[in-house]
């Protein structure tokens, strides 16, 4: 009689209104609710033994595979790899008594799994060296569930965790990263990668606690072309370098995937690791402004454009750039740089310098509409061939959002352009047949896989008399 059947047995005689095809049936519910991937028949039989109140013997074999967690398991030894890890943060227990907690995930061939790690256990050497892919013991934990009742593995002052060099069949951190055109709804633990497409920008905010959190957002383009909208939660500007170059390839280890207004998304959290190619070195940028617009807060958004055509949204958080109009040149050395988005601020530089026929003028960073590229920015100029429309966009969430759209031409093509929420106003203020031209809109995928030109909080529409 194999372990799991002398499990099984014992079960039964504690419960002697059970028939063994009761038990087969609950363990095939109990593994459908957790969720496949996550709890083995054995596993799942400790949880049915533990609804009744019913205490089964450990097995022998206290070395086991992710997969085979179970809630209550004690003193697990295991070999996994490092996918991701949180800081360790400080918490306060019901009696004010402080205790330290950090959170990492693990995997191995075919699973991932939680790991909590308290008090000292969080502030160990060898766990602030630790990066993703190393491979490591963990020796005498023992398993609870977390909120969604999964096994999280838990290492307490009887356990501990080593770093190994061993052989190991458990695949590295490049072997299991995936492309972001390869994510599937409901994934979890992902290690993805693309090409930042865009700028990255951060937000503050105030959560259903009413506790102040922050989120980094980006998108990223995988081998397809196609991109896809980036969530972090709990990151901010001082996790990634001052200076991200367009393009840059960024991996980020620890998301799962969602379905946001506009598809599949990705989202992140502080545990959350992220590579990204960078430098702290900043270089000062001279460029011509061709777009002034003032946002909702009353900050600058200006449109830069440098010798290369490469156009730039500059935030100004300083009033540096209020003594400054379209046409004029300057040098700006800015506190970062994150793909084509430039942040002034206090600690920024910037001035007026002569001007240099070489950069060209908002009107010849004109691109005719058949030459547009998704995953770019543009200046275009064209003649509005329907009458604007403007509706409402019931999201995913419930959210009623505002969608403005017209058709418009220049002698090369047609092509759509929208805006969303108050982008969708400057929309408005556009007729059919006049001549307009839109600074600063970026191209993306449509339906059917048509070119679409979207309008961005640095927009701004100009029309030709």
């Not at 499990?7 to 609950?26: A, G, H, R, W």
């Not at 490049?174 to 994934?187: A, F, L, N, P, R």
């Not at 170059?245 to 946001?260: D, E, F, I, M």
């Not at 830069?304 to 500059?314: H, R, T």
């Amino acid at each position: 009689m194999s372990e799991f059947e002398s499990l099984i047995e014992k079960l039964l005689e504690q419960k002697p209104d059970l028939s063994k095809t009761d038990v087969e049936e609950m363990i095939k519910q109990k593994k459908e609710k957790i969720g496949a991937g996550y709890l083995t028949d054995q596993g799942a039989l400790f949880l049915i033994a533990s609804d009744y109140g019913i205490t089964l013997s450990e097995p022998a074999k206290t070395e086991m595979n992710l997969k085979d967690l179970y809630v209550g398991a004690k003193e697990i030894s295991l070999q996994t790899r490092v996918l991701s890890m949180s800081p360790a943060k400080q918490y306060s227990r019901k009696d004010g008594s402080p205790f330290f907690l950090r959170t990492m995930t693990v995997y191995d061939g075919d699973s991932t799994a939680s790991v909590k790690l308290w008090d000292e256990k969080a502030k160990l050497p060898v766990i602030n060296q630790l990066k993703p892919g190393d491979l490591i013991k963990i020796i005498k934990a023992y398993v609870k569930s977390d909120f969604n009742g999964l096994p999280t593995i838990n290492v307490g002052s009887g356990s501990s965790i080593e770093s190994t060099n061993e052989d190991s069949s458990i695949p590295s951190i490049e072997s299991i990263t995936k492309d972001v055109s390869e994510i599937q709804e409901g994934q979890k633990d992902l290690v993805v990668s693309g090409l930042l497409d865009g700028p990255i920008t951060s937000m503050q905010f105030t959560n259903s606690r009413g506790q102040p959190g922050s989120a980094l957002r980006l998108r990223l383009k995988g081998k397809d072309g196609n991109s896809t909208r980036i969530v972090l939660w709990g990151k901010n500007d001082e996790d990634i370098p001052k200076v991200v170059a367009p393009n840059t390839k960024v991996r980020l280890l620890g998301t799962k995937v969602k379905t946001g207004t506009q598809g599949l998304e990705i989202h992140g959290n502080e545990s959350t690791i992220m590579d990204i190619e960078g430098t702290s070195e900043i270089k000062p940028i001279v460029a011509r402004i061709i777009s002034i617009t003032t946002n909702e807060s009353g900050n600058k958004m200006v449109i830069g454009v440098d010798k290369g055509k490469n156009l730039f949204n500059i935030t100004d958080f300083s009033e540096n750039l209020n003594q400054f109009s379209e046409g004029d040149m300057i040098e700006c050395m800015p506190s970062k740089l994150f793909g084509n988005a430039i942040t002034v601020d206090n600690d920024s530089f910037v001035r007026r310098v002569d001007d240099d026929p070489s950069i060209p003028t908002r009107e010849k960073t004109r691109t005719k509409i058949s030459d547009v590229k998704v995953g770019e920015s543009y200046c275009i100029e064209a003649i509005v061939l329907k009458i604007p429309e403007r509706r409402e966009i019931q999201t995913k969430t419930g959210e009623m959002v505002l969608l403005g759209e017209m058709f418009v031409e220049d002698d090369s093509g047609q092509i759509w352009v929208k805006g969303w929420r108050n982008q969708a106003r400057l929309i408005d203020k556009c007729s059919i047949g006049e001549i307009i031209s839109i600074t600063g809109v970026n191209a993306k995928a449509g339906l059917e896989g048509r070119i679409e030109l979207t309008l961005s909080a640095f927009s701004t529409i100009n029309k030709k008399n």
